[in-house]
């Protein structure tokens, strides 16, 4: 069965903090992509990542950076942690870039920024 | 920039009631995706389709992709509690590299 694992469900960070998120996927997909999600507002693209040490923005991509070593490993990092970037991250892979291709979500990361 | 559009932002049913959700967009998609999240869990992918005026059937969900293929419709027959979720749609982008996201619809199925 796919799995993709995100590393924390619940997060509370202070204004400033430098937070890590990091996700895991077992299908040794080429394709990862880290989304927030906001009430009302659907996912939006953060970065997403077509192969080993390669990163592209995505529609939002201010405040973040992301990291990938390993195939299976994509982590977001904020540097400095800002109220507005309360919300929760999704992490998804996928086979296929597109054409149909499949994303595969992770439970996603709450994070609450004080 | 192509934005969706989903409506009704929320629906409360009774369970056995038939709905339609929509999901709009100026913009032409090569294909579009219905995405199912229940609480406290990622979105899990429900159907794709990619031909003008296709229509795919998942037990009693029925999905439409409009002849422009600028818009799409799920249609639930016989809503059940277990059908309790956030339907999102997400249009392949221009460039082919990414889905582009509604803002859902939040349907509520009571017993």
């Known amino acids: 069965d796919v799995k993709v694992t995100q590393s924390s469900r619940y997060l509370v960070k202070r204004t400033g903090e430098k937070v890590f998120l990091e996700c895991v996927q077992d299908?040794?997909?080429?394709?990862m992509f880290w989304y927030r999600q906001d009430p009302g507002l659907g996912l939006r693209l953060i970065y997403f990542?077509?192969?080993?040490?390669?990163?592209e923005k995505g529609d939002i991509p201010e405040g973040y950076s992301v990291s990938r070593e390993k195939k299976e490993r994509f982590s977001l990092i904020l540097e400095s942690a800002s109220t507005n970037q309360t919300s929760m991250y999704l992490c998804?892979?996928?086979?296929?870039?597109?054409?149909?291709?499949?994303?595969?979500f992770g439970e996603g990361s709450r994070l609450t920024v004080l | 920039t192509q934005l969706l559009e989903q409506s009704p932002q929320f629906l409360s049913i009774q369970e056995g009631e038939n709905l339609t959700v929509y999901c709009n967009s100026s913009?032409?998609?090569?294909?579009l995706q219905w995405y199912r999240q229940e609480p406290g869990e990622g979105p899990v992918l429900l159907v794709t389709?990619?031909?003008?005026?296709e229509v795919k059937k998942l037990k009693r969900l029925t999905f439409q992709f409009g002849d422009a293929r600028k818009d799409s419709s799920l249609h639930i027959t016989a809503a059940q509690p277990g059908d309790t979720g956030l339907y999102l749609c997400?249009?392949?982008?221009?460039?082919?590299?990414?889905?582009?996201f509604g803002p859902g619809t939040r349907l509520s199925v009571l017993p």
């Open positions: 998804a892979s996928s086979l296929e870039l597109a054409n149909t291709g499949e994303l595969f």
């Open positions: 299908m040794d997909h080429e394709n």
């Open positions: 990542s077509y192969d080993v040490k390669m990163k």
């Open positions: 913009s032409v998609f090569s294909s």
């Open positions: 389709v990619v031909t003008g005026g």
């Open positions: 997400a249009g392949e982008d221009n460039y082919g590299q990414n889905f582009v």
